[in-house]
C-alpha cells in the first residue's frame, strides 16, 4: 500500500514532500479507514511508525505512545516501570510547550535504557519508534519546544496484545496465564483463561494452538507448551478445589436468552451471557453436552467425566441446559419469543457427513458408515460406565477385520485411531492426495502412525464392491499430483485405467461434514451460503434479523474448538449490547485487535535475541502399549514441577500498537 511515511521493521520509506502518485509502496497491511465514520491517518507501535496520510501529529502521537507503554507495563522491572513514567511526563512538558532540547536527549537515552534492560516485550520492542520519531520528525518536535504548535487532540486507540494472544480467535491473555503458572499462582492462572474461554480443559487438551505457530521462542529453540498449560491449569483446580463458583451477576438482568447447541460455541456464550445477568437455557437436541467435543473426538483425547466437571462449572454459574430438545421441532423461534425470549445463539454445529459421492452409496448397504456417527456410537458405547447420562442409549458398536476410512482430516483420523483400540487388525486410511496435503493435525497423523494405522496415498474412491450384498471392499482409482489450481493448490488427476479393488468390510466416510440448518425456515430473511452455512456480520455475529446471533462451525463451517469459543465471546458482547439497547458493534480496543492481527504480530524471520538450548518440557503420554488397548487418556497432565519450568521459557513478548484516529477527543 502507498503511505507517506514508514520505518516499519527498520525500512526507511519516506515520501514526504512528493506527489502522491510518486509514492513508494509499503509492504504493511493497513485498513483504509479506522472503522465506517472514523479515518485512520497512522500507525505506531512495536515495528515502527507508519504514516498513512494528513492529518496526523507524530508528536502527539508518540506522547499517547508512550503512555499506553506506561500503562501496559506490568511494573515488575523497574527500567520499564520508572522509565516509561518519565518519558510520559517529558512528553507532557512538551506538548505543553514547555519543552527542550534536552529533554529530546533524554527521551532518547531513555528509550535506549528501557530497551537494553527491560525482561518483556513492552520495555524490549516498546521504545524503538519513539527514537524514530525524534530521528525523523525532529523539526516536529522543534516547533512544540519554541512553542509553535499545539497538539490537534486527536483520538489514539490501542491495544497490547502479544504474538501468540493476537493468534488466538478468543484473544487470551496467554503470556499473562503463563507467567502465573511460573510464579505458581494456579488460581489466578485460570481465572486469567476464564476471561477470554470458560473451556480451559476442552481447549487444554484439543485444541489446535494457533498461538504455538505464533510464538516467538519457536524463533529461538521450540514454541511453548502453551496449549497443554491452559489444561495444567484446569487439572490443577480440579484436583484441588472444591468450592463452588460464584457469579454476583446472576440472574441480575430480566431478559431470556436462548442458546441452540451445547456444543463449545453454544456453551461459551452462554457462560459470557450469565455474567453478565441474563437468564439463559441452552436447548441441545442430544442427551450429552458438548457438541461435537463430546460425540467426536475421543475419550482417549477428551475424557468425557472430566468435560462433564468442566461444564458443571457453567451451570454452577447459572447456564440451565436442556437436553433433548431439538430446535425447530420441539421449540421454534415463535415458541421461544412467546415464553418470553429476547434474543438467540444459534450454534448447531455440523453434524451431518458428507458422502463420498461414489457408485452404490445410496443403496444402503450394511457396512457404510459416515465417520460423525460411528464416533459418536463409539463414544456412547465406551463411555457408558464411565459417565452415566440420562437417556443415552449406546448403539452396538461393530467390529470389521479390515476397515478403509476415506478422508485425511481429524474425523478421518480420530475414526482410525479408534478402530485401532477396538482392536482392528487391519485399518487405513484412502485419501487421494499426499501426506503433504493431509489437513489433518501433524500430532494427530504421527500418532495414528505410531498406533500402527496405514496410510493409502493418491487413491479416489469410485464404487463400493459388494458380493451376494455383503460389502467386499471398494474400487479405487490411482491419481497423480497435477498443475497447481487458481488457488495454487495442486490438484489430484485420475489415471485412466487404474482402478482397482481394496478389501474391506467396513467403509467409513470421513470427508467432512454438513449443518443441517433447516429451523431457518421460520425465519427467511437470516441469509445463508451454498455450503448450508449461517451468514452473519463478521464481528459482531449478528444475522439479518436483530435478535438472532450465530456462531461456531454453523457460521465458519466445520473448523476448530478455539474459533467456536471467540465467535461466542463476540457474540455474547453483541447480544449483551442489543439486550441494554446499545447500538451492536465492535470496541475500539477490538478494533485495534484487528488491525494488529492484519498487519501480524508475529515475524517467523525475526532473529530474536535469546540464548537457545532450553528444551520444551512436553507433557508426558502413557506407553505405546497402553495407548492401543484402551480408551484411556493418552496425555498424562504435567507434574507441578515441569508446568512451572515449562511456564518459565515464555519471554512474554507483549506488544503495544496505537492508530491515530484524527478526530478531536482523547489527547494527552
Ligand atoms: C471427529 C472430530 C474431531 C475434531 N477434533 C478437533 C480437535 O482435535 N481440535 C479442534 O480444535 N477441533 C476439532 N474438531 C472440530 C470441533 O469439534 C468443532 O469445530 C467444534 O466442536 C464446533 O463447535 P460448535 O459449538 O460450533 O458445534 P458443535 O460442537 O457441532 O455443537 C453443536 C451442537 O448443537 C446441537 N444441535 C444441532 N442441531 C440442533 C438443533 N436443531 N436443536 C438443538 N441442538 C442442536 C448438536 O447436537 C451439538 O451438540 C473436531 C470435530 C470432529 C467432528
Known amino acids: 500500500m502507498k503511505v507517506l511515511f514508514s520505518t516499519w521493521k527498520d525500512k526507511l520509506i519516506d515520501n514526504r514532500g512528493k ?20 479515518k485512520l491517518t497512522g500507525f505506531i507501535g512495536w515495528g515502527g511508525i507508519i504514516i498513512l496520510n494528513e492529518p496526523y501529529d507524530v508528536v502527539e502521537m508518540a506522547a499517547n505512545y508512550a503512555k499506553a507503554l506506561q500503562q501496559s507495563s506490568c511494573g515488575k522491572c523497574f527500567p520499564c516501570r520508572v522509565g516509561t513514567k518519565v518519558m510520559e511526563d517529558l512528553y507532557s512538558k512538551i506538548l505543553d510547550g514547555k519543552g527542550s532540547a534536552d529533554d529530546l536527549k533524554q527521551l532518547e537515552g531513555l528509550c535506549e535504557t528501557i530497551s537494553k534492560n527491560s525482561k518483556c516485550g513492552i520495555g524490549q520492542l516498546g521504545p524503538e519508534p519513539i527514537i524514530q520519531s525524534i530521528q525523523y520528525f525532529r523539526d516536529d518536535y522543534q516547533a512544540y519546544i519554541s512553542g509553535l504548535k499545539k497538539a490537534p487532540g486527536f483520538h489514539y486507540p490501542y491495544k497490547m496484545t502479544a504474538p501468540c494472544t493476537s493468534a488466538c ?12 503458572i511460573k510464579e505458581g499462582n494456579f488460581a489466578e492462572s485460570l481465572k486469567t483463561i476464564r476471561t477470554a474461554s470458560p473451556m480451559a480443559s476442552t481447549l487444554g487438551r484439543a485444541c489446535f494452538h494457533p498461538c504455538e505457530n505464533s510464538c516467538r521462542r519457536d524463533n529461538v529453540d521450540r514454541s511453548l507448551a502453551i496449549c497443554k498449560l491452559k489444561r495444567f491449569a484446569w487439572d490443577y483446580e480440579d484436583q484441588h478445589v472444591t468450592d463452588k463458583p460464584e457469579n454476583p451477576m446472576k440472574h441480575t438482568r430480566p431478559e431470556k436468552v436462548a442458546v ?11 457462560y459470557y451471557l450469565v455474567l453478565q445477568g441474563f437468564h439463559v437455557t441452552v436447548f441441545e437436541k442430544l442427551p450429552t453436552l458438548g457438541g461435537a467435543a463430546w460425540t467426536g473426538i475421543p475419550h482417549y483425547r477428551i475424557p468425557k467425566h472430566i468435560m462433564a466437571r468442566e461444564v458443571k462449572y457453567l451451570e454452577d454459574l447459572g447456564v440451565e441446559i436442556k437436553f433433548g430438545v431439538e430446535f425447530g421441532k420441539d421449540e421454534t423461534f415463535a415458541s421461544l419469543r412467546s415464553k418470553g425470549v429476547k434474543a438467540f445463539f444459534l450454534a448447531t454445529g455440523g453434524d451431518i457427513s458428507k458422502e463420498m459421492g461414489v ?18 456410537d463409539i463414544t456412547d458405547n465406551v463411555t457408558k460406565d464411565v459417565v452415566k447420562v440420562p437417556g443415552l442409549v449406546p448403539a452396538h458398536v461393530p467390529i470389521p477385520q479390515t476397515v478403509l476410512v476415506v478422508g485425511a482430516g481429524n ?13 482392528c487388525k487391519d485399518v487405513n486410511i484412502v485419501y487421494r492426495r499426499t501426506k503433504k496435503e493431509m489437513p489433518a493435525d501433524p500430532h494427530e497423523v504421527h500418532e495414528s502412525e505410531d498406533e500402527g494405522v496405514k496410510f493409502n496415498f493418491l487413491l479416489a474412491p469410485t464404487k463400493l464392491v459388494t458380493e451376494n450384498g455383503k460389502l467386499v471392499g471398494l474400487e479405487c482409482q490411482k491419481m497423480e499430483m497435477g498443475q497447481p489450481d487458481e488457488s495454487g493448490r495442486r490438484k489430484p488427476v485420475p489415471v485412466k485405467g487404474s482402478e482397482f479393488v481394496l478389501k474391506a468390510d467396513m467403509i467409513i466416510s470421513a470427508i467432512g461434514q454438513d449443518c443441517d440448518i433447516r429451523f431457518l425456515k421460520e425465519e427467511p430473511t437470516i441469509k445463508t451460503t451454498k455450503w448450508n452455512t449461517i451468514v452473519t456480520n463478521e464481528d459482531t455475529f ?19 474448538l478455539v474459533t467456536a469459543v471467540g465467535h461466542a465471546r463476540r457474540a455474547a458482547q453483541g447480544i449483551g449490547q442489543f439486550l441494554r439497547g446499545e447500538s451492536v458493534g465492535q470496541t475500539d480496543a477490538q478494533i485495534m485487535e484487528k488491525i494488529i492481527a492484519g498487519i501480524g504480530a508475529y515475524d517467523r524471520t525475526e532473529e ?28 498424562l497432565g504435567y507434574p507441578l514441577e515441569d508446568a512451572m519450568e515449562e511456564a518459565a521459557r515464555c519471554m512474554r513478548c507483549y506488544i503495544v500498537g496505537m492508530a491515530c484516529v484524527p478526530v478531536q477527543g482523547g489527547a494527552k
Not at 169 to 180: A, F, K, Q, S, W
Not at 619 to 627: E, F, G, H, T, V
Open 260 to 270: 441452540v447447541g451445547a456444543g463449545p460455541a453454544g456453551l461459551s456464550c452462554a
Open 359 to 376: 457408485e452404490g452409496e445410496k443403496d444402503n448397504i450394511p457396512g457404510v458408515y459416515g465417520g460423525i456417527a460411528i464416533l459418536k
Open 542 to 560: 449478528q444475522t439479518a434479523v436483530p435478535d438472532v446471533f450465530a456462531g461456531g462451525d454453523v457460521v465458519s463451517g466445520p473448523l476448530n
Open 169 to 180: 480467535p478468543t484473544g487470551m491473555d496467554i503470556p499473562l496465564y503463563i507467567e502465573h
Open 19 to 38: 506527489p502522491q502518485d510518486a509514492w513508494v509502496d509499503c509492504p504493511v497491511k493497513l485498513p483504509e479507514a479506522f472503522d465506517q465514520n472514523r
Open 608 to 635: 530474536v535475541p535469546q540464548a537457545k538450548g532450553w528444551n520444551r518440557k512436553d507433557m508426558p503420554i502413557c506407553s505405546r502399549q497402553d495407548k492401543v488397548a484402551s480408551f484411556n487418556e493418552v496425555e
Open 411 to 423: 474425523t478421518a483420523m480420530d475414526c482410525v485411531r479408534s478402530y485401532i483400540r477396538l482392536g
